[in-house]
């Protein structure tokens, strides 16, 4: 038997792009803010993760042009080594008293953070309490620790404390979860969580990948949102949706950072942020500090488009953020109602197993601060079409 065997066998992708349904990997040729170009034709982007609408804001742009023109292109290195910059440093900094932390480390990617902190803090004899929802990279970072992983039904906490009932008491432990959970849009029952970490005595982290910018008073996250900030011991969040930029961090206490800095592996081999998307995570600090006005438009657009939603007879679930899931239900339904909303001129998500349940796949919708009310309209006129003709509502 070849290696490649299971590689030839996969037909499954050939079959749907055979059939002209493909959703994935979708080239875009032009970006204008909450507008693209594939292919030569204009969609309206309602699948970003562009939350504040900063990649185009000028003040971030000319921040890039001048970190690219004073350090280049590259650092050709890891943190550890010559890959550190006074730029990285600079953000580390900005995004501590931003989080309202002692300290903070940038990595070069979300994913990289999360995988580096929880493989380095959950050792032998630790446990590791997630949620089943939790993104990715937590799950990866999980099969890398040395310590025992336990999974509890999601947003459960009567099943999250039978978990932590089983362990011995003086055992290190961890639980871990989305603070925004993007396939659903819902907001973690971060007061549940963080009532059960100190009744028995364990740590928190948030990965607010989809919360920072977005919720709490400041954009702060979902910690700030709940009044928690003193009761979480890390966050996590990347800068790859609402700071406009690539890369990611943790957030905690000085000696976490500093134990971290000299054992993630995904910190220590891995070549460092470039230096024109650290210049734009700190433009996009300042923006999210002079302009308040876009996380209100932000919210006033979520609403907007979650009300015009429901109106039409869709299933939103429990949507409570700018995600904004449409379930359709099974995945060739969903594949011909997704196919014909981008030949409208929409271009949204599909989600489909293992991220969700087989009979539950849904379009994911993102709000951004600078779409127009003309173009959320516009989005609902579409889906009203279409969700007609093809009996969705």
């Not at 290696?3 to 002209?20: I, N, P, S, Y």
């Not at 970072?141 to 011995?168: C, I, T, Y």
């Not at 819902?186 to 100190?198: M, Q, R």
Request: glycine share 8%; aromatic share 8%.
């Amino acid at each position: 038997m070849s290696l490649f065997d299971k590689c030839h066998g996969f037909t499954q992708a050939r079959e749907v792009m055979a059939q002209g349904y493909y959703p994935y990997f979708q080239p875009i040729e032009a970006s204008y803010d909450t507008e693209v170009v594939i292919r030569g034709e204009r969609k309206i982007m309602v699948g970003s993760n562009n939350y504040l609408g900063l990649t185009h804001h000028p003040h971030v742009l000319e921040a890039a042009e001048r970190a690219l023109k004073r350090y280049g292109s590259g650092c050709t290195g890891s943190r550890f080594l010559n890959g550190t910059l006074d730029l990285h440093e600079e953000l580390e900094e900005r995004l501590a008293r931003f989080m309202g932390y002692e300290a903070a480390l940038v990595f070069s990617t979300g994913f990289q953070a999360n995988l580096g902190a929880i493989s380095s803090l959950v050792g032998r004899n630790d446990h590791v309490f997630s949620d089943k929802l939790n993104h990715a990279s937590i799950v990866d970072g999980q099969r890398l620790a040395s310590g025992e992983v336990h999974r509890f039904a999601h947003a459960d906490m009567v099943a999250l404390e039978r978990e932590l009932q089983r362990v011995p008491e003086q055992a290190g432990k961890l639980i871990v979860s989305d603070g925004v959970f993007s396939m659903e849009g819902t907001i973690v029952n971060l007061p549940g969580i963080v009532g059960l970490a100190e009744k028995y005595g364990a740590e928190v982290l948030v990965d607010d990948a989809h919360a920072i910018g977005v919720l709490g008073d400041a954009g702060g996250g979902t910690a700030q949102h709940f009044g928690l900030k003193e009761r979480v011991s890390l966050t996590m969040a990347t800068f790859s949706k609402s700071l406009a930029s690539i890369g990611g961090v943790i957030a905690g206490p000085e000696p976490v950072m500093h134990y971290l800095r000299h054992h993630a592996r995904s910190l220590i081999f891995s070549a460092s942020m470039p230096p024109a998307s650290v210049a734009t995570v700190l433009a996009a600090l300042d923006v999210i500090a002079a302009e308040p006005e876009r996380r209100e438009r932000l919210w006033r657009n979520t609403r907007r488009m979650q009300e015009g939603l429901i109106s039409l007879g869709y299933d939103i679930a429990n949507s409570q953020t700018p995600i904004v899931p449409i379930v359709v239900g099974e995945v060739q339904h969903m594949l011909v109602f997704w196919k014909e909303l981008f030949d409208a001129g929409i271009f949204t998500n599909p989600v489909t197993p293992p991220a969700v349940p087989e009979h539950s796949c849904r379009l994911r919708i993102s709000l951004m601060a600078t779409h127009t009310d003309d173009q959320i309209d516009a989005v609902l006129d579409a889906l009203s079409r279409v969700g007609k003709s093809m009996a969705v509502i």
